[in-house]
């Protein structure tokens, strides 16, 4: 992910993840809502909602997934 990202920065491009709200799932996982703008350098900007899914284990995220709708989150396996 940070590969990701510091790719997305080196051609200029800004994504910034804004958390509205987590929920823990009976299963031990944990649903977080919120919005993600992202900025291109020739001033193009977007503000979209996302959901993120997080498996969380021994206190470290094993598995983390972005999606587009609530749905989709919650259907996405909790396996390792």
Known sequence: MRVHLEALAGAGVVAEAYPL??????????????????RR?????????????????EHLIRR????TTREEAIATPGAR
């Open 21 to 38: 709200a987590y929920e823990a799932l009976d299963d031990g996982r944990v649903l977080m809502s919120g919005a993600l703008r992202v």
């Open 41 to 57: 350098p020739d001033h193009w900007l977007a503000t979209v909602q996302r959901w993120w899914i997080y498996v969380v284990d």
């Open 64 to 67: 983390a997934q972005a999606c």
